[in-house]
């Protein structure tokens, strides 16, 4: 019902910036869809927040990125973006984008994007 589709990933040194996006396409016309949140996972680890902005425009960040990752999106609320700045080899990770339908709850998940960060 909800497609999501990420980009933006790569190979990229210590110190350095990349910028994600996502965007979020429904099925159906008869309801909205938003573009919410960023995730990350790690081999061997859970996934965690990245960064997310609530439908009213709250955001919210994991600590390890304060200061250093912005989560922004444009009006309609369907594409999401992360900027990520000073970039550390433990932001190594897998990317993933959430979104959902306006008013509900359940997340839909993009493919996600690698992102690698060499020291």
């Known amino acids: 019902q909800v497609q999501v589709v990420e980009s933006g990933g790569g190979l990229v040194q210590a110190g350095g910036s990349l910028r994600l996006s996502c965007s979020a396409f429904t099925s159906d016309d008869s309801f909205s869809a938003y573009a919410r949140g960023w995730y990350r996972q790690a081999p061997g680890k859970q996934r965690e927040l990245v960064g997310l902005?609530?439908?009213?425009?709250?955001?919210e960040y994991g600590d390890s990125v304060k200061g250093r990752f912005t989560v922004s999106r444009n009006d309609a609320k369907t594409t999401l973006f992360l900027q990520m700045n000073n970039l550390e080899p433990e932001d190594t990770a897998v990317y993933y984008c959430?979104?959902?339908?306006?008013?509900?709850?359940?997340?839909?998940w993009g493919q996600g994007t690698q992102v690698t960060v060499s020291s």
């Open positions: 959430s979104a959902r339908r306006v008013s509900y709850a359940k997340e839909y």
């Open positions: 902005i609530q439908y009213g425009g709250t955001t």
